[in-house]
Structures are given as structure tokens and as C-alpha cells.
């Protein structure tokens, strides 16, 4: 049985008189009652809070009332065979006394006197029951004590439950529920149904001792059979109690699962606590002592100070596994490193879709899945991991398969002039692809891969559609999606030219449209590392101007085309414009750049385009000056 903490969650403890207050000052209303205000969302989301604990309360109180009376019945079949240990048994007094008779007959056809007292004292020795015979039967009645106990604490839990919801169900239901609810954290109830389980399982411990004496008592070797049999269920049971300890995704559990993980951390925090008192008290030695005494050590002051620092997160980790428990240890894990779950649960989704044919449920996954590339980011970025690497970056199927087919079927019902969709529906769709599959694409472009084969390319038709969108946030969404897709294609593109391969095909045609160019400049482009990053900058600088301005421009939009312009301004790309661009895309530019400077839209910009601006006019005013000196000679 897990432990389970109840009320960890401060929407659940939400404070009555608050709620009144709040309640009263919109305009009053019948406090606590379940149509006014706050009070209506309260009661329903905490109504189904209570039936959900309460169903786990007596499916679990169920459980123990099944297992107890079963094994009930079979420690008091066996007691009933070990009690009978504890007094004289008549068949063995029988014999006894037939034994006496016995040695009398033979002692006085011999002429052997026996003395009366003799006779009366073995025949009056009290009773005594051996060590085996209490052993058991006192493991055997603790047992059934226990067993009797957890079905008392089984029929109360179901008692407190019922009683529970009728008390909530009161005249005034938010109060009451607010303030039984704190009852039952104050109180501990969650801790009760865990000593009932952890009881129960202490019986069964009981009763194998009692049975392995009990057999050992009249045979041995049946006796350390049992023991081996009892000792190898023994370490599975320990094993399974320790599983959830060492791997937090264990589904295996016991009752002492949770007791063991607050004594583990409980000893680790009292032992590092010494280590870290010890350690004081050296450090506190008077500075001559010190001196005299550890002068070989000095240089290592700063690896102390590391060391000490280490001691500390080490403490402060095993304190705060030790009061959050093991269930809210795994839930912060399980928060703090959510890919390998998030990645399962979106191939089995993904999965799903191969046989739904639904475009709402692909849509809502769809805007789903930025803010899953920003928690793996994020995630990534704490842990450590080098380069960010996210999932949907493999070539794994089904997931990306799927994604990629999906997705590209979803973004051609939103084109202007094809889609059957409301206008508005329209648009709200085609953002939430376009700002998909710019999240996706990101994730290659910062890891440093190419465009896999199942990526949703645009066609040149789809491209042309996407420019002309009239939408001005789907706009701006579709040129910086656009421009990622053009980085991709032209690091593909360029890789596939140096190796020989004839670069004329679907690739280069969608690259020319986004680029606005003819596929001859962009063959030329391509062979120029600044030229290609240069024209692309200017196909995403062909935006509406009037939309940037910050007043008018889209939030959602704005900051992807901030982080598209600064993929593009790579730390490399300064450095590969060289004076032989072509004078007409130097030309694309500069228009840009004074429009951009004319209208003053946004200083970030302008700030972000002029070291360009300056290296291009640097390149060009050599290039004159070279030109002038070889005209003059």
C-alpha cells in the first residue's frame, strides 16, 4: 500500500472564511453554499477529490477485511493444535502412571521397599510446557490479535468514510468540508490505513516464525524446510519492499516500502549530521593548535570548504527525502524528469492516431507539444545534458512517423482558399501547426541535425500560401517556420552538393520559394555559407513591417520570430559573409535594413541587423578601394 499524503495540495486546504470574504465582497451570496462564486468550482472539483479518496479508503479497508478473515481462520486451526501444548495432555499422564505401576510390581517382587513420599512426588510434579510449546503459541496468538485488529481498523475506516461524506454533506458544505478535511490531515487518517496494512503483514511475519518452531519441534529436517521456504518468501518480500526505493518507477510495493524509506534517510541524515559536527569541531581548534598540528594541510582549506559544501546538499537532500516521503520523492522526481514518461505516452498516442481519423484530437496534441518541447528543454538545461537534446529527434518509429504524416494532413485544411473551415477556426488551427512545427524544427536546428525524411516539408505551393497569408500572426508564424525549414534545407542541400549528388529536385524547389529566388541564385547561395544565411535573414525580414511594432505585433508571434532571428545569427555566421556576395542580395538587404531603420519599430532589431549592416559596408568599401587602386594602376 502506498503512502499516500492527503492535503499537499493548497487548493484542497483552501480556507473557508477566505472564500466567505471573497464571496461577499462580489456581492454576497448564501455562504457555502454550491451556486455562488468561488464556492461552485470549490465544492464540484473537492466533491470529486472526496469520492475519489473515500473509494480508495474502502477498496483498500475491503482488501484487508478479505485477507484478514481468511488467514483468521487459518491461525486459529492452528492454535487450536498448539494450545493443547500448554497442559498436561491425559493420554501422556496415562502412560505415566502405568510406567510407575510398572517399576513398583518389579521393585517389590525383588524385596525393593519404596518409600510413599517418592511415589507422591513424582505423581504430584506440576506441569511445565517447554520453550517450543510457548514460542509458538505466543507467536500464534499475536498473530491472530493482529489479524483481529486490522479487521476492527478495516470495519472503522469504512465507518470514518461514511461518516465523512454525510458530514459534508451539510447545509453549509464549504465550511464543513474545509474544516473536516484539515480533521483528517491534523489526525492522519492516511497513516492509520498504512499501520492496518503494515499490521497485518507483521501477523503473517509472526505466524511463519510460529510455524518454522512448531515443525522443528517434531522433525528437524522439516523443520529447516520450512525455514528455507519461509526465508526465500522472506527476500522476495524484502525485495519488493526495497524495489521502490532504488527505482522510483518500480510498480512493486509494500506496506514498509514507506517505513523503510523515512529510517534509510533518517540514518543518512543523523550520520552526515555527525560527520559534519566532527568535522566543526576540528575547525574550531584554537589557530596555533591548528597550525602546529595540520600545517601540512593548509593548502587544502579551499577543497575543505567543496567538501563541506557537498556534506551539506547531502544533508539537506536526506532531510527533505525524509519529510516528503516516498510518494512525494517520486512525484518531484517523476516532475523533474519527465521525458522518457512524456516520450512513452506520446508514442502511444501517436499510435492511436494511425487508426483516428480525428483532426480535433491531432489539433489539440498539436498545441500540446510546444509546451512539451519547453519542459524537455528545461529539463535538459537543470540536468545538465549537453546540447538540450529533446525527444522527436530520433529516427524512432512510430513516433515521428506518425507525427509528421499527421501534421502535414492537418496544416493543408487551414490553407487560405483550400480549407472548408470557419475563417476564424481557420486561423486558430493554422497557428497551432505552424507554431508546432516550428517547436520541432527548433529542436533539430539546435541539436545540429538534418531534416529527416519524415519531416512535414512545405511544398512550393503550400509556401506561397503560407507568405500570403492575410492572418498577420499566422504570417509571421509561417516566415519563421519557413526560414528554420530554408537553414535545414540548405545544410542538406549543401552536404548532398559537396558528395556529388544532383541537388536539382522537390528540396531545391521549396528552398527558391522560400527564399523568393531563382533556383541558379540558389545554387550559388548554397555555395556561399553567408550568402545562403544572409538571403534567408532577408526572406524573414519580408514580414510585414507595420507588424512588428510592439503595439501591434502578436505576443506568441513575436518572441518565435526573436528566437528565429537568432538561430539564424549563429555565432559563425559574422564571420562567413565575405565581400564576394552576390551584389543583389547585398543589395535585399540594405532595402531591408533602412526600411527596418525608417520606420523605427523595435530597437532590438535594428541593434540585432547592424553588425551585419557594418560588415557588409566594410566588405564593400574595400572592395571600392581595391577597385580604385587597380584603375589607377
Known amino acids: ?78 492454535i487450536i493444535e498448539s494450545y493443547k501444548w500448554l497442559s498436561p495432555d491425559s493420554g501422556d499422564e496415562t502412560v505415566k502412571l502405568l510406567a510407575q505401576i510398572s517399576r513398583q510390581l518389579v521393585n517389590i517382587s525383588n524385596g525393593i521397599p519404596i518409600p510413599l513420599e517418592s511415589i507422591e512426588a513424582e505423581i504430584n510434579q506440576p506441569f511445565e510446557p517447554n520453550t517450543a510449546a510457548i514460542l509458538v503459541n505466543v507467536t500464534w496468538l499475536l498473530s491472530i490479535a493482529g489479524c483481529i485488529s486490522c479487521s476492527v481498523g478495516a470495519a472503522l475506516i469504512q465507518q470514518w468514510a461514511r461518516r465523512y461524506l454525510v458530514l459534508v454533506q451539510g447545509p453549509e458544505r464549504a465550511h464543513l468540508r474545509t474544516f473536516m478535511f484539515n480533521g483528517l490531515r491534523k489526525f492522519q487518517v492516511e497513516r492509520f490505513i498504512q499501520f492496518v496494512a503494515i499490521s497485518l503483514h507483521s501477523s503473517i511475519l509472526l505466524y511463519a516464525i510460529g510455524m518454522f518452531k512448531f515443525f522443528y ?48 534517510h533518517a540514518t543518512f541524515f543523523c550520520f552526515f549530521s555527525t560527520i559534519r559536527y566532527i568535522g566543526d569541531l576540528f575547525h574550531d581548534f584554537p589557530s596555533s593548535l591548528w597550525n602546529r598540528s595540520y600545517r601540512h594541510v593548509r593548502g587544502s582549506r579551499r577543497r575543505a570548504a567543496q567538501w563541506r559544501e557537498t556534506l551539506e546538499k547531502r544533508i539537506n537532500k536526506h532531510k527533505q527525502w525524509f519529510y516528503d516521503g516516498l510518494q512525494r520523492s517520486v512525484e518531484h522526481y517523476a516532475t523533474e524528469a519527465p521525458q522518457p514518461v512524456d516520450v512513452k505516452a506520446l508514442e ?130 509561417g516566415r519563421c517556420f519557413g526560414a528554420l525549414v530554408g537553414k535545414g534545407l540548405a545544410v542538406d542541400l549543401n552536404l548532398r552538393r559537396h558528395t556529388g549528388v544532383d541537388v536539382r529536385d522537390a528540396k531545391m524547389a521549396s528552398l527558391s520559394t522560400i527564399l523568393g529566388s531563382t533556383s541558379t541564385e540558389v545554387e550559388t547561395f548554397i555555395s556561399q555559407p553567408g550568402a545562403i544565411g544572409l538571403a534567408n535573414i532577408v526572406s524573414l525580414m519580408s514580414v510585414d513591417m507595420d507588424a512588428l511594432i510592439t503595439e501591434k505585433a502578436p505576443s506568441e508571434a513575436l518572441d518565435l520570430f526573436q528566437r528565429t532571428l537568432d538561430s539564424l545569427l549563429s555565432k559563425n555566421f559574422l564571420a562567413s559573409l565575405d ?55
Open 217 to 264: 519441534s517434531f522433525n528437524t529436517r522439516i523443520g529447516f524446510t520450512s525455514l528455507a521456504i519461509c526465508l526465500l518468501l522472506g527476500f522476495i518480500y524484502g525485495t519488493l519492499t526495497v524495489f521502490p526505493l532504488i527505482f522510483f518507477d518500480a510498480p512493486y510495493s509494500t506496506p514498509w516500502s514507506a517505513v523503510w524509506w523515512r529510517s534509510a
Open 579 to 633: 565581400e564576394g556576395l552576390p551584389p543583389n542580395l547585398v543589395a535585399r538587404f540594405e532595402e531591408t535594413y533602412s526600411n527596418a531603420r525608417r520606420l523605427q519599430i523595435l530597437d532590438w532589431l535594428t541593434n540585432r541587423l547592424r553588425p551585419i549592416m557594418d560588415k557588409l559596408a566594410a566588405g564593400s568599401n574595400a572592395r571600392q578601394s581595391r577597385d580604385n587602386r587597380l584603375g589607377g594602376v
Open 348 to 477: 502511444e498516442t501517436f499510435t492511436t492516431l494511425v487508426e483516428n481519423d480525428s483532426d480535433k484530437e491531432v489539433e489539440n496534441i498539436a498545441a500540446w507539444i510546444p509546451e512539451f518541447f519547453d519542459t524537455c528543454a528545461l529539463t535538459c538545461t537543470r540536468s545538465g545534458a549537453e546540447g538540450g537534446v529533446v525527444p522527436l529527434t530520433s529516427d524512432q518509429p512510430p513516433i515521428n512517423l506518425t507525427l509528421g504524416y499527421r501534421l502535414h494532413q492537418l496544416l493543408k485544411t487551414c490553407i487560405a482558399g483550400t480549407s472548408i473551415l470557419a475563417e476564424e477556426e481557420r486561423r486558430r488551427r493554422l497557428r497551432v501547426c505552424l507554431k508546432c512545427l516550428w517547436c520541432w524544427l527548433k529542436a533539430y536546428d539546435q541539436n545540429s541535425m538534418p531534416l529527416p525524411f519524415y519531416f512535414p516539408l512545405p511544398d512550393p505551393d503550400m509556401t506561397r500560401h503560407l507568405q500570403a497569408e492575410q492572418d498577420p500572426t499566422a504570417n509571421m508564424m
Open 1 to 78: 500500500m502506498a503512502n499516500t499524503n492527503i492535503g499537499d495540495d493548497n487548493s484542497q486546504s483552501l480556507n473557508a472564511s477566505q472564500l466567505e470574504d471573497k464571496t461577499g465582497a462580489q456581492g454576497g451570496g448564501v455562504h457555502g453554499g454550491s451556486s455562488d462564486g468561488p464556492w461552485s468550482v470549490y465544492l464540484t472539483e473537492t466533491e470529486r477529490q472526496d469520492k475519489e479518496m473515500v473509494e480508495r479508503w474502502k477498496g483498500e479497508a475491503d482488501s484487508t477485511l478479505i485477507f484478514a478473515g481468511l488467514f483468521s481462520a487459518v491461525v486459529t486451526v492452528s
